[in-house]
């Protein structure tokens, strides 16, 4: 069984339509739950960061974690073309040096249609 | 603003080359990491440093080796180029430690082929 499980997609919906985009995970040590999206041929950029359960909001995007489930989601609302990206979700426990070694999901390949 | 500054973009090797990729941050961050990125597996760590001199295997260290001489350079060595070493590898950085916010920057990347 992987640490992460991420829907590979590809998702493709309407503009304006409300994304949600998901990952589970096994190892109960992870801590920090991070969401990066990747434009094509370019490197990860970190969305959204919480290391709580519950939800976190900041503008149209709301990232939301549940422990108890080891389930975590992204919601995008009003989504438009410029969202069209692949996204990670990433987590972390601590390591021996103290910082935080992530692991990725594999990724959700998301197209919004105009 | 370089941020994280990857060279080459683009490398075809042939079987047992050898080559090194560069990676440079200007952001004077202490942790530097170098991943690769293959369809349908997201990305897996090879090697990792958390500073000028210390460097640690990540996930998938076989057939690389790194070394890092000062902060803000971390290069990426292949010795004996393989096929299953063909790629998209992504170096990034973060300031680390025990902050409770850290992110990490990625450079946009070296897409590499063996053949």
Known sequence: QKEVEQDPGPLS???????????????????YFMWYRQYSRKGPELLMYTYSS????????????????KYISLFI????PSDSATYLCAMSARSNFGNEKLTFGTGTRLTIIP | NAGVTQTPKFRILKIGQSMTLQCTQDMNHNYMYWYRQDPGMGLKLIYYSVGAGITDKGEVPNGYNVSRSTTEDFPLRLELAAPSQTSVYFCASEQGGAATNEKLFFG????????
């Open chain 1, 77 to 80: 609302r009003d989504s438009q």
């Open chain 2, 108 to 115: 946009s990347g070296t897409q590499l082929s063996v053949l």
């Open chain 1, 54 to 69: 519950g939800n976190k909001e900041d503008g149209r995007f709301t990232a939301q974690v549940d422990k108890s489930s």
């Open chain 1, 13 to 31: 919906v309407p503009e304006g339509a409300i994304v949600s985009l998901n990952c589970t995970y096994s190892n109960s040590a992870f801590q």
